[in-house]
């Protein structure tokens, strides 16, 4: 089993930045891909990012591709997501995700076993 829980979300103006982190426990974080995605009110979760268990691969959304970097630190089992030139339409609860097999990418849901409780992103223009 492994637990996931993210911070760093908060309340920013249209083009700054945040940096959100998801801390793992539990079992081997360097043995799982992880991932980020979000979702917004009345919308369904959707994809933002992952990265394999070396952090050699990555995959972006079309949509953050160039202002989002997923990066990993095993030693401190902690994923983190940098998001630069943000949007209103980047704001939405983002989730952190883990698990599945770890040296291919994934961006559905149901291609990880387990979840943080979310994070709140707010972007005002």
């Known amino acids: 089993q492994v637990q996931l829980v993210e911070s760093g979300g908060g309340l920013v103006q249209a083009g700054g930045s945040l940096r959100l982190s998801c801390a793992a426990s539990g079992r081997t974080f360097d043995g799982y891909r992880m991932g980020w995605f979000r979702q917004a009110p009345g919308k369904e979760r959707e994809f933002v990012a992952a990265i394999i268990w070396d952090g050699v691969a990555t995959y972006y959304a079309d949509s953050v591709k160039g202002r989002f970097t997923i990066s990993r630190d095993n030693a401190k089992n902690t994923v983190y997501l940098q998001m630069n030139s943000l949007k209103p339409e980047d704001t939405a609860v983002y989730y952190c995700?883990?698990?599945?097999?770890?040296?291919?990418?994934?961006?559905?849901?149901?291609?990880?076993?387990?979840w943080g409780q979310g994070t709140q992103v707010t972007v005002s223009s």
């Open positions: 995700a883990g698990g599945g097999a770890p040296w291919v990418v994934a961006a559905t849901p149901g291609q990880y076993n387990y």
